[in-house]
C-alpha cells in the first residue's frame, strides 16, 4: 500500500462508519416508534423480535390492561403485538406525547380482550394498517377514557389509574376546542366476525379505506368541541351517545370507501355534523350470501347528521339480503337537516333471497334531494325492492322533510319483481313535492309496482303529503301491477296545489295507477287528491286503467279552489284524465272519475275520459262544482268500443256549465295518432257518452243539474250509440238554458228491443228559459234500418228559437220519436212536417207520414179575453179627472188602466202631494214633410163641455184632489193643504189576474 493510498482507505473506512451509524441511528428512531412514557404503577415495556414490536406489562385493573405511551406508531411491514394474558377484557393504550399515531403495519392481540387506541394528537391508517385481535377495537382522539364516578384514564393528564377502573369503560371524553382527525386509507382494518369497530375524533376523514366487522358494528363520529360521548358494551358490540349539545366533527368516505358489516346480521352508526360520500364509497348491512337462519335479524344502518349528508357518484348506503340468505333485511335510518344523493347515489333497503326487506326512513328538516343518474345508468334515489327470485315482503319509504325534490332522472321505488308484496310510500313534505325532468333516457319519478309478469304480489301504496306538489318535464308517481298482484292506491294531500306541466318524447308528466300488461291479474289501485287547487297542462294526466284480469281504479278529486285541465304536449297527448279498460283482451271494469271543486275548466283539447275497450263496463263521470267550462275542444267523455257498458256522466253544477268552441288542433292530431289509440270522438268541446262502430254496450247517459247551461259555437251534449246497442238519455235540470250554435243530442244507430227500455231520449226541465240560436238543435234523430227516433221532452217557461235553430226526433228508415213541449211561451218555432233550413223547426220526421212521431206542445189554458173590459172611445179630460173604474161596487173595478203620460210615471198615492209642481209643455213630432198634406192629425175629443181657448196651452197635471162627490180630478197646481184633511186616506185598484194561450191573442182597445 502506497502511503497516498492509506489516507483514502482511512476516509474510506471513515464513511462506512458514519454510513453504518446512520443506519444504526435510524434503525433505533424505528424502534422508539413506540415508547412507554413511565406514568404507570407498572410500566409498559416494549421489545424488538425482527419488526415485530413485542408489548408487554402494563397496570393491570381487574379485567382491564392499561399501556401508556410517548409515541406509538406502526410502520409499513411491522407488528405491534399485546402479548397479554388471556383473561384480559379491555386493552386501554393511551398516546401521552404530541405525535399523532401513524399506523401502516400490523396490530395484533392475545385472546378475545378488546383494544381501545387513544391519542389527542390524531391517528392515522395507512393503506397497509391491518388488524388481527380478538376482541372489538376502538380508536379516538378523545382526551380520555371514563369509568362513570369511578375516574378516567386521560392521555392529556397522564395519571396512573385508579386501582377501581376495574369495570368497562362507559364513555369518551373530549376537552379540546377542536378534537384531532382519524384518517383511514386501509382496506384491512377488521375486528371478528360479531364485533365492533369505531373511530371517533376529530373529523373522520376515509379515502380508499374499508372497514370491515361482518356481523358486527361500525360506527364512526366525534365531536369539535368539549362533550363526553356515553359508551355503552355489551356481550358482542359497542355503541356510542353523542351529546345534544356539543358540536359534532364531519365524516367523509372518498374513493370507494366503505364499510361492511354484511352477514348474519350487522350494524353501521355514524353520528356527524357532515356526511360526505363520494367516487362510490359505500355502507354495506344486511345478511350475506348463503347465511341466516328463519331467525336472523340484519341490523340497522343508521345515521344522525345535525347539517347535512352529501352522496355523489355512485355512492351508496345498502341493507340488503343477498342471495340464498335467510332472515329479515335491517333498515336505513337517516336524520339530519338536509339530505343529497347526486350522480347515481342512492339508499338501497332491498332483498334477492326468501327473507322480508328492510324499510328506509328519512327525517330531514329541511331538504331532502335526488338528482341525476350515472354515467353507466345507476339512477340516484331511495329503493327497497324485492327482486326476481326473491319472496319476501318489500320495506317501506318513509320520509319527513321540509322539501322533496326528485330531478333529472332520480326516482323512490318500493316494488315487487319476485313473490311479495311491494311496500309502502310515505312522503311528508312541509313545504313542497317536485319532480321534474330526465337524464340518459330515464325520468324522474315515484313507483311501487308488482314490476313483471312473473311477479306475485301487491304494489304498495303512495302516500304524499305537502303544500304543493309539482310533476315536470315528464316525471311521473306510478303505482302499477304486471303481474299476479294488486296496484296500490296513490294519496295525495296538497293543502295549495298539485300541478304536472310538462313531457319527454312520449312520456308525459302523469299519475298512473294501472293493472298494465294483459298478462297481469289484479285490481287497480284509485287515485285520490285533495287540494285547493290541480293543474294539468301540455299533455299530463292521471290515469288509471286495465289491461289484464281486474277492475281499473278509480279518480277522485276533492279540490277547494279549482281543477285546470288544458292543451296538448308537444307529443301529441292530451291534458287529461282517464279511467279505461285498455285491450279487448282485458276482463274487468273502468273505473269512476269524481271530481269535487269550485270551478272545473277544461281546455284547449284537454279531456277527462271513461272508456272500456274489453270484457267489461266503463266507469262514470261524476262532477260537483259551482262552475264548469270547457272550451276549444275540452271533452268530457264515456264510451265503449265493445260488449261493455260505457259510463254516465253526471254534472252537479250549481252557477254555470259552458260548453264552447271546438280543439284548433284536432285535424293534426288525429294525423299524428290513430284513432283507436287517441279516441277523441269529435273536435267540439262538449260532454260526449257514446259507443263506437260495431260495439254492443250500451251507452251512456247524461244527466246536468246547473243554474245556467250555454252550449255554443260547436259545443254539444251529446249521447250516441254507432253500435247495436241502446243509446243512453240526456237529462238537464237548469234554471236557464242557451243554445248558441250549439247542440243537444240523443242519436242511435240501435234496434230498440225492449220497448220498456228509451233509448236516445232527451228531457230539459227548465225553470226559466230555453233558448236556441245559430243553427243550434236539440236532436233525437235515429240512423238506419228500423231504428226509432228517441223522445224529446221540454218543460220551460219560455222556448224560443232563432236563426234556423231547430228541435228534431227524426228517424231515416223508420218511426221518428216524439217531442213533447210543455210552456208558458213558444217564439220564433213551431211544429213543421218537414224542416226548413229558413225557419226554426219543431219535427218528428219518419220514413213515412204514417211513422212520423207526435208532436205535443201545451202551453196553460187561460183565455186572455177573460175579465177585460173594452175601454171607452173618448179619453178623459186629462186636466180635470179620469176614468171610474177604480168607484168601489162597479164592474169595472175588476181591472185597471194607467195613463202615466210623457212626464214620467206618477207619485204613489200613498205618499203626500209635493208642494211644489212640474209643469212642462207637451212634446210635438215634427211632421214628416212627404205626409204633410196627406196624412191628417187627428185631434182628440173633448170630454168636458166646456171649450178650451187655443191660445191656452195645455198643462200636464201634477197631482190629484178628490172633490166633494168623492170624484177624483187631476190638476195642475195642487191647493194649499190642511194636514188634518180626511182626504189623505189612499184609493186602491185591485188588478185582475189573466193570461195568454198559445196561438190566441188579445188587446185592449182605446182611442186618442
Sequence with gaps: MSARSAPLDWLQGLGIAIGSGFIAFYANISVAQITPDGTLPNNSNVKLEGN???????????????????????????????????????????????????????????????????????????????????????????????????????????????????????????????????????????????????????????????????????????????????????????????????????????????????ADGGSIAVNARNLEMTGRSFFQAGIGQGLGSASSQAGDITINATESINLRSGSQIGNLVQPQAVGKGGNINITTRSLSLINGARLDASTLSKADAGNVNIDAHDTVSFNGVSKDGITSGVFSLVNEGASGKGGDIKITTGSLSLTNGARLNNSTFGKGDAGNMNINARDLVLLDGFAREKISAIVSSAGTEEAQGNAGDINITTRTLSLT?????????????????????????????????????????????????????????????????????????????????????????????????????????FSNVLMPEAKGNGGNIDISTRALLVTNGAVMSTSTRGKGDGGNIIVNANTLEAFNGG??????????????????????????????????????????????????????????????????????????????????????????????????????????????????????????????????????????????????????????GGDININTNILAAFENSDITANSDDFHGGNVRINTKGIFGIQFRDIASLNTNDITATGATRELSGNVQITTPDVDPTRGLVELPVNLVDASRQISNACTPGTRQFQNTFVATGRGGLPMSPTELLQDSSTVSAWVRLRPNAEKANTTPVPQPTAVSTTP?????????????????????????????????????????????????????????????
Design 473 to 577: 318535464n315528464g316525471a311521473q308517481i306510478l303505482d302499477i301491477s304486471t303481474g299476479k298482484g294488486n296496484a296500490g292506491n296513490v294519496m295525495i294531500q296538497a293543502r295549495d296545489a298539485v300541478s304536472l306541466n310538462g313531457s319527454f318524447k312520449d312520456q308525459s308528466s302523469a299519475i298512473f295507477t294501472d293493472v298494465l300488461s294483459q298478462g297481469a291479474s289484479g285490481k287497480g289501485g284509485d287515485i285520490n287528491i285533495t287540494t285547493a287547487s290541480l293543474s294539468l297542462q301540455n299533455g299530463t294526466q292521471l290515469v288509471t286503467t286495465t289491461a289484464g284480469i281486474g277492475n281499473a281504479g278509480n279518480v277522485k278529486i276533492n279540490a277547494h279552489d279549482n281543477v285546470f285541465i288544458n292543451g296538448v304536449g308537444s307529443n301529441g297527448l292530451s291534458s287529461a284524465i
Design 948 to 1008: 178650451i181657448a187655443a191660445t191656452t196651452p195645455i198643462v200636464e197635471a201634477s197631482g190629484w184632489v178628490i172633490d166633494r162627490n168623492g170624484n177624483i180630478e187631476l190638476v195642475a197646481q195642487v191647493p194649499q193643504l190642511n194636514p188634518h184633511s180626511p182626504w189623505q186616506t189612499p184609493a186602491s185598484c185591485p188588478v185582475s189576474q189573466g193570461g195568454v194561450k198559445y196561438g190566441k191573442t188579445s188587446a185592449a182597445k182605446a182611442s186618442n
Design 52 to 262: 415485530t414490536r413485542i408489548i408487554e406489562g402494563g397496570t393491570t385493573r381487574g379485567d382491564n390492561l392499561f399501556h401508556s405511551f410517548g409515541e406509538f406508531s406502526v410502520p409499513n411491514g411491522s407488528t405491534a403485538f399485546f402479548n397479554n394474558a388471556l383473561d384480559i377484557q379491555n386493552i386501554l393504550t393511551r398516546v401521552t406525547g404530541k405525535l399523532n399515531s401513524n399506523i401502516d403495519g400490523f396490530i395484533k392481540s392475545n385472546g378475545r380482550a378488546n383494544l381501545f387506541l387513544i391519542n389527542p394528537n390524531g391517528i392515522i391508517f395507512g393503506k397497509n394498517a391491518s388488524l388481527k385481535i380478538g376482541g372489538s377495537f376502538v380508536a379516538t382522539t378523545a382526551n380520555a377514557i371514563g369509568f362513570g364516578n369511578l375516574g378516567f384514564f386521560s392521555a392529556s393528564n397522564p395519571e396512573a389509574p385508579s386501582p377501581l377502573l376495574t369495570v368497562n369503560p362507559n364513555a369518551l371524553l373530549f376537552n379540546q376546542i377542536a378534537a384531532s382527525p382519524i384518517q383511514n386509507s386501509s382496506i384491512g382494518l377488521r375486528v371478528p366476525d360479531g364485533k365492533s369497530l369505531l373511530l371517533v375524533g376529530g373529523n373522520v376523514n376515509m379515502d380508499g379505506g374499508i372497514l370491515n366487522a361482518y356481523g358486527g358494528r361500525v360506527e364512526l363520529g366525534g365531536l369539535t368541541s368539549s362533550g363526553t360521548v356515553a359508551l355503552q358494551i355489551d356481550d358482542n358490540n359497542f355503541r356510542l351517545g353523542f351529546p345534544a349539545e356539543s358540536t359534532r366533527s364531519d365524516v367523509s368516505l372518498a374513493n370507494n370507501s366503505g364499510v361492511h358489516v354484511e
Design 635 to 788: 271533452q268530457l267523455i264515456t264510451y265503449s268500443t265493445s260488449n261493455g257498458k260505457a259510463g254516465n256522466i253526471t254534472l252537479n253544477v250549481t252557477d254555470q256549465i259552458i260548453f264552447s268552441g271546438s280543439d284548433p288542433k284536432y285535424n293534426s292530431r288525429l294525423a299524428q295518432f290513430s284513432k283507436d289509440k287517441f279516441e277523441l270522438p269529435e273536435p267540439a268541446s262538449g260532454a260526449f257518452a257514446s259507443t263506437v262502430e260495431n260495439s254492443t254496450g250500451q251507452g251512456g247517459k247524461i244527466t246536468i243539474t246547473t243554474g245556467q247551461l250555454n252550449v255554443q259555437d260547436s259545443g254539444k251534449v251529446t249521447v250516441n250509440s254507432a253500435g247495436s246497442g241502446n243509446a243512453g238519455n240526456v237529462n238537464i235540470f237548469a234554471r236557464s238554458i242557451r243554445l248558441d250554435n250549439g247542440i243537444v243530442s240523443a242519436n242511435t244507430r240501435s234496434i230498440n228491443t225492449d220497448p220498456n227500455q228509451l233509448q236516445a231520449t232527451i228531457t230539459l226541465q227548465v225553470k226559466d228559459l230555453l233558448l236556441l240560436g245559430r243553427g243550434s238543435n236539440i236532436t233525437t234523430n235515429a240512423i238506419g234500418e228500423n231504428v226509432i
